[in-house]
């Protein structure tokens, strides 16, 4: 079981990332999937979910209208388009999957979920 979380790097504010996470060795349509992100001395917050299926999804509200989370099942990819970043938005960011059905977006965004993939580091700052 592994997630790939990919595409961070270096963007000036104001401007856009798009990071990718990629599975493989589950049956991705049915594992929801999270962005996290974590800055120095922070604690890890939710910043999108996305259902299995897509139709429920989730964004903390400090992201609402910059991010926008999709998901390709057929590709076994989540991503999470940035748009607008301000330099509050630096962290690791994680991606994550939870099979447990019966939760929200929310649910996951706020109690975290059950894999984790490694974090791409964003940095925004001019």
């Known amino acids: 079981v592994q997630l790939q979380a990919s595409g961070g790097g270096l963007v000036q504010p104001g401007g856009s990332l798009r990071l990718s996470c990629t599975a493989s060795?589950?049956?991705?349509?049915?594992?929801?999937i999270g962005w996290f992100r974590q800055a120095p001395g922070k604690e890890r917050e939710g910043v999108s979910c996305?259902?299995?299926?897509?139709?429920?999804?989730y964004y903390r509200d400090s992201v609402k209208g910059r991010f926008t989370i999709t998901r390709d099942n057929a590709k076994n990819t989540v991503y999470l388009q940035m748009n607008s970043l301000k330099p509050e938005d630096a962290a690791v960011y994680y991606c994550?999957?939870?099979?447990?059905?019966?939760?929200?977006?929310?649910?996951?965004?706020?109690?975290?979920?059950?894999?984790w993939g490694k974090g791409t580091l964003v940095t925004v700052s001019s």
């Open positions: 994550a999957a939870d099979e447990r059905r019966g939760n929200s977006a929310r649910y996951y965004c706020n109690y975290g979920m059950r894999l």
């Open positions: 996305i259902t299995n299926r897509g139709g429920g999804i």
């Open positions: 060795g589950f049956t991705f349509d049915e594992y929801a």
